[in-house]
């Protein structure tokens, strides 16, 4: 223990002995309060978005509930988490719903602490009718999300205020050539507003900056491109739980990835990415958010007014970086920017106790060198006192004190005698003190005038040998000098007192040297204390490293266990797999092996229409199933999702792999029983072969995954083998994609309008828009096949608005020739209407063209709805609200039932080609006529679609169906050539 913490733990034990004395002394105290008043229990309820184990969330949480109980009267807390990244559905927000009625109906809440979005959104919609009013405290916004609540009665929180431009301005710092900025984020709600902010940011910083988003590429393609970067380059992580594949992605899993993969440093904006590869930067702190969250609820719960406490931001921010990835990229840690924390700095006990070993290495040299130094004196007096002896015996005492003072007294008349030396060592002029009268008496110090007094009458008294005495006496200048005096009295035959003489000697500097070395000797014991405490504090560490270790163990098999096995099915995972196909290629080159690949069809209905803890138990019995069609040749892993993989090892040829396929096929045949529930389901497979279709484990996954899709194409519930010809329908998928990518820039793309006629009069209602592409190296490429790729390749965003605002200036530009009640019908993919500003662009479009909103008429399949109607209905409602028509295509040819159709958001129902192309016989005719009927029924307008013959119309005029197009009117028409069409139809 050092001298100062000694001291610490004095002051600390008499501060704490003071105020307890004055706390007991007090009248009216707070002991006695406690006593006599009892503080009435207040409830905090603490709402978390996320599930509990996800870092972040655990982060916050630790935050506010180590602030809660800081508190002097410490609040009882609820913990809630409503797991809303995993299970972002209405079924499971009802269920949060009614557990929160449940178990808070008889608990009256103080104070309501959020944390993200979510739970903020749930707290503030069912206030009042779940959480008494309670004043909310949130934690986890951003300032987008922070700017629409500034109006929002009696709340308060913590702004989380994503500053990437200090992180960018740090990497700067560390690397001044930074060029390029490639951004991680995903394509969730959150993770696109997140990543458009963090963008806006670095690009207002430093204009020059090239930043590369890396939200349209999958978690291989960014692991691939990472790998090469240049040196001029970093990578910034965002928020990012999903690929754009759609893949669920664990974020401390990728973040590690990535950071291996990656040939420059992986900057991060969140402080939970360190320790799983993140180098560093400016990182938002989910603890310290909680922090600051609880420390406002608590001036809540004191009494303040949420409403009256302004939102915090900007104090969650921490400046870090990680000492191991300094060291992988080889930059030394004064080239960071001052102020910077480093995490992961191996311990050395030098330098974390660098301040005491010097210390007490300075402190032993010390001590030596006074011990020779005493050692030396000691030798040195004894020397000169046994010189002095035997001087007295030589020369007696008229050579006694040699080089020294001389003293003499006559001891008949008592007069004094003092050597030059004693004047010049005290500064007196001779006669000038009455030294020859007793006056060098006065000059001796208080302290040591009795005893030299008392040596002296000793001595005189015949009861010591010689006159021995150590005194001060005081100079001119008023210091004291320390003089050892020696004499002896010479007596008369008759014993009376002849003469009293001796010598003085200056000890000032020995006493000095004494007083030092016995301060000396105090401080080197007081420092082998230190030296023994330290020792025994030394062996505690030791021991707890020890026992640190044992732990360590038990904890690195058991977070084995869990990196290798599936959570939910308990199967071997997608990282136990591409270890074991690599072991399997590298011990049997010879061998042969084949890779089953197998997705449930239509998974995503059944979880969406039954729930996930049903689809969870169904994926169970799904592993347990393939189990029990398994054999010693066949190992079964869950590869993510609704996905599992069969490695069938020391296959026996062709036949062996399609007979394992049949028996796959038959099991799934089997109905599955979930409690009350029979679910019939079935499974598409896609087999690839090694060596035939792949020799390292990254081909084989990726050709029995073309092959499963191939088997989905081919009608689900069977499986197809993998063959050359797949790749090349692959490559020539790829082919079209990179030339789809530029054509829209090389002005490839063009419409063509078909017309649609009202058939109560005949006129031309409008047309329907038709995209076209004209490649200079494909040549025309039929929309069937290109807007498919544009759809599983994201391009039918730019795409899809490009043919929007192309067609609504062309029917704008109709209307200012004369035509002003001409309509324009757009068909739109899932994909856009999927994008959270799908209705913001179609409102910007039509105010960039001028169009009127009555006039666009937007066509969605049936199938759309089916898969996304919650949502996608709210945003097609907003739309259809200010006059925008939404028409259902291609109606008669999903599943939808009529209760269904009902809650549509939906103005016309466009009949299929295929009814109108069979309306010759009685049946056709009779369905047809009631596809129109139930349309009106409903209030919709209703659209007949491949017109071609005079029969087909008359047919369809009688059954009073609204408009029709068809080859009958008008093939589609190109853009150039409308007007001459309108212009012809008119002159007739």
């Known amino acids: 223990m050092s001298v100062k913490r000694l001291y610490l733990r004095v002051l600390t034990g008499w ?78 927000l009802e269920h949060f719903y009614q557990m929160i009625r449940f178990k808070y109906q008889d608990v009256h809440l103080d104070a309501v602490i959020t944390t993200d979005d979510a739970a903020l959104n749930f707290a503030m919609k069912y206030r009042r009718e ?122 401390e899993r990728f973040s590690g990835e990535l950071a291996e993969h990656s040939s420059v440093p992986v900057y991060h904006i969140y402080d939970f990415g360190l320790n799983h590869g993140a180098f560093g930067g400016s990182l938002i702190s989910g603890r310290i958010q909680g922090q600051t969250a609880a420390g406002l609820a608590l001036r809540v719960l004191s009494g303040e007014r949420a409403g009256d406490i302004p939102f915090v931001a900007g104090s969650s921010v921490r400046q870090v970086f990680d000492y191991n990835e300094l060291q992988h990229f080889g930059i030394q840690e004064d080239r960071l920017p001052a102020g910077s924390e480093v995490i992961n700095r191996p311990f050395s006990f030098y330098e974390t106790y660098k301040v005491l070993v010097l210390s007490i290495a300075a402190a032993f040299a010390v001590l030596v060198a006074f011990i020779l130094v ?29 080089d020294a003072v001389i003293w003499d007294v006559d001891m008949r008349s008592m007069q004094y005698y003092f050597s030059d030396s004693w004047y010049e060592l005290l500064g007196y002029e001779r006669g000038e003190v009455g030294e020859s009268e007793n006056g060098w008496m006065g000059l001796v110090h208080p302290e040591d005038a009795e005893e030299e007094n008392r040596q002296r009458t000793l001595h005189l008294k015949g009861r010591t040998a010689y006159y021995y005495a150590e005194f001060r006496m005081r100079g001119k200048a008023g210091e004291y000098k320390w003089f050892q005096a020696r004499g002896k009295v010479l007596r008369s035959p008759e014993g009376g007192y002849v003469r009293f003489a001796g010598s003085m000697v200056d000890v000032t500097d020995r006493k000095g040297v004494e007083s030092k070395l016995q301060m000396s000797y105090q401080e080197l014991e007081q420092t082998y204390e230190e030296l023994t405490a330290l020792q025994d504090e030394l062996l505690e560490q030791y021991n707890k490293v020890v026992e640190n270790e044992s732990l360590l163990r038990l904890s690195e098999e058991k977070y084995r266990l869990l990196a290798y096995n599936d959570a939910l099915s308990g199967l071997p995972n997608r990282l136990s797999l591409t270890e074991e196909l690599q072991r399997f290629i590298r011990q049997n080159a010879g061998g042969q092996a084949a890779l089953f690949f197998l997705d449930i069809d239509n998974f995503k209905y059944i979880n969406d229409t039954m729930g996930h803890s049903f689809g969870d138990e169904l994926l169970v019995q799904v592993g347990e199933r393939l189990l029990s069609c398994s054999n010693r040749l066949s190992r079964h892993f869950r590869f993510g999702g609704d996905e599992f993989v069969i490695l069938f090892q020391d296959t026996g040829g062709l036949s062996e792999v399609n007979a394992y396929a049949e028996s796959l096929v038959q099991a799934f045949r089997e109905p599955f029983r979930l409690h009350t529930s029979t679910v019939h389901i079935s499974a598409s497979i896609g087999i690839a072969q090694y060596p035939e279709n792949g020799h390292n484990a990254e081909e084989l996954l990726k050709n029995a995954d073309i092959a499963m899709y191939k088997a989905k194409e081919a009608g689900k519930g069977g499986y197809v083998i993998y063959g050359q010809a797949m790749q090349q329908h692959f490559d020539d998928r790829m082919i079209i994609e990179s030339h789809l990518r530029n054509a829209i820039e090389n002005d490839e793309l063009s419409l063509h309008y078909q017309p649609l006629v009202d058939t109560t009069s005949g006129e031309v209602w409008g047309f329907e828009a038709l995209i076209r592409w004209n490649s200079p190296e494909l040549g025309r490429v039929s929309p069937l096949t290109f807007i498919r790729i544009a759809e599983d390749c994201r391009l039918i965003v730019p795409i899809g608005e490009w043919v929007l605002r192309t067609a609504c200036r062309f029917i704008k530009g109709l209307q200012d020739q004369g035509f002003p009640h001409y309509h324009i019908s757009v068909n739109i993919s899932v994909i856009q209407l999927m994008l959270d500003d799908f209705a913001d662009m179609v409102l910007e479009v039509l105010r960039d063209t001028g169009l009127a909103p009555e006039f666009l008429e937007l066509e969605i399949t049936e199938s759309i709805f089916m898969e996304s109607f919650e949502a996608i209905s709210s945003k097609l409602e907003t739309l259809k609200s200010l006059g925008i028509g939404i028409a259902l295509d291609d109606f008669g040819t999903g599943y939808s039932s009529l209760s269904y159709l009902k809650q549509l958001p939906i103005t016309t129902l466009k009949i299929d080609k295929s009814f109108i192309d069979s309306i010759d016989s009685p049946n056709n005719m009779s369905l047809a006529s009631s596809i129109v009927t139930i349309g009106h029924d409903m209030g919709l307008r209703v659209t007949a679609e491949g017109v071609e013959t005079p029969e087909q119309l008359a047919f369809l005029e009688r059954t009073r169906c609204d408009k029709i197009q068809g080859y009958y009117i008008s093939r589609p028409i190109p853009q150039h050539e409308v007007a001459e069409w309108v212009a012809d139809r008119r002159a007739c």
């Open 130 to 251: 779940l959480l008494n009013d309670a004043p909310i405290v949130f934690s986890g916004i951003n300032e987008l999300g922070a700017a629409s609540l500034q109006e929002q009665d009696n709340l308060t929180g913590v702004i989380e205020s994503i500053a990437p431009a200090q992180t960018v301005k740090l990497a700067l710092e560390i690397n001044p050539a930074l060029r390029r900025v490639y951004v991680v984020y995903d394509n969730t709600e959150s993770g696109l507003s997140t990543g458009q902010m963090v963008m806006d940011q670095i690009a207002a910083l430093q204009p020059k900056l090239e930043v590369v988003p890396m939200n349209s590429l999958s978690n291989e393609e960014i692991l691939e491109q990472a790998s090469s970067l240049s040196a001029d380059s970093i990578v910034l992580m965002t928020t990012y739980y999903s690929d754009s594949t759609g893949r669920i992605t664990e974020f």
């Open 374 to 402: 005493l050692l030396f004196y000691v030798q040195l007096v004894k020397r000169i006192r046994r010189n002095l002896e035997q001087s007295n015996e030589r020369f007696n005492l008229a050579t006694y004190g040699a």
């Open 15 to 92: 501060l704490a002995l003071i105020l307890m004395t004055a706390g007991a002394a007090l009248p009216g105290s707070a002991y006695a309060n406690a006593d006599t008043a009892e503080l009435p229990v207040q409830n905090v309820l603490i709402l978390h978005s996320y599930q509990k184990g996800f870092a972040w969330t655990d982060d916050q949480s630790a935050g506010i509930e180590e602030q809660l109980k800081k508190a002097g009267s410490i609040p009882v807390i609820y913990s809630e988490y409503m797991d809303w990244k995993r299970y972002p559905s209405t079924g499971s």
